[in-house]
């Protein structure tokens, strides 16, 4: 697999990889295994990673790393699209949430973005793309599925957002590489 690290925040690790032959859940803990091992400074064939068991039903589970038996206490979130995955790490306590897309989106994916969007009628292209991703990462961090993306509000820069119910404000950050837009989250207190 292709893989390529991406510049993300201090302290956060994220990696993009592509691979037409692999399934999504391989390609996650590929890219999960090389962040962890290049974290601890560690061989990658000593990295184990496999799905946390789910606490009740609906729960969506995360990958867990192991080191020597040992649980690694990173919080390890993914996306993928067709056949692309892109995993972030980060210490535990961090809210994550990351968003995939192709920077070319489909024109029916665009009509979606637009029927949930609260941007002003006419905003597309790229402008349109780019509130999205950060609107799903934001939702994506959250972790409450019920959670609509009208809900999300993201400031006029484009570089926090958050849940007016909840305290957690989230840092966007680009993190997009080549024909992908990749859009990171990450929990803040709010000032």
């Known amino acids: 697999m292709e893989t390529v690290l991406l510049n ?6 994220a990696r993009l990889g592509t691979d037409p032959h692999a399934e999504d859940h391989d390609r996650k803990r590929q890219l999960a295994r090389e962040i962890v091992a290049a974290r601890l400074h560690v061989k ?3 990295v184990r990673v496999e799905r ?3 606490a009740q ?3 969506h589970t995360r990958l867990v790393a192991r080191v020597a ?3 690694v206490p990173l919080a390890i979130t993914s996306a993928a699209v067709a056949s692309s995955t892109v995993v972030v790490a980060a210490d535990s306590v961090v809210p994550l949430g990351v968003d995939l897309r192709s920077a070319r989106p489909a024109d029916d994916e665009l009509e979606q973005m637009r029927q ?5 009628p006419g905003v597309g292209g790229d402008a349109l793309l780019t509130h999205w991703t950060r609107v799903q990462a934001v939702r994506h961090a959250d972790g409450r599925a ?3 993306p009208e809900e999300v509000t993201i400031d006029p820069a484009l570089v926090r957002g958050w849940v007016p119910d909840r305290r957690v404000h989230y840092q966007l950050a680009d ?3 080549g024909g992908w837009t990749v859009t990171l989250a990450y929990g803040a207190l709010p000032v």
């Open 8 to 13: 993300a925040p201090d302290g956060i690790s």
């Open 44 to 46: 990658e064939d000593d």
């Open 52 to 54: 946390e068991s789910p």
């Open 57 to 59: 039903f609906g729960y």
């Open 69 to 71: 038996g040992a649980v």
């Open 116 to 120: 949930h969007s609260h941007l002003f």
């Open 146 to 148: 019920r959670i609509r």
């Open 175 to 177: 993190l997009s590489h």
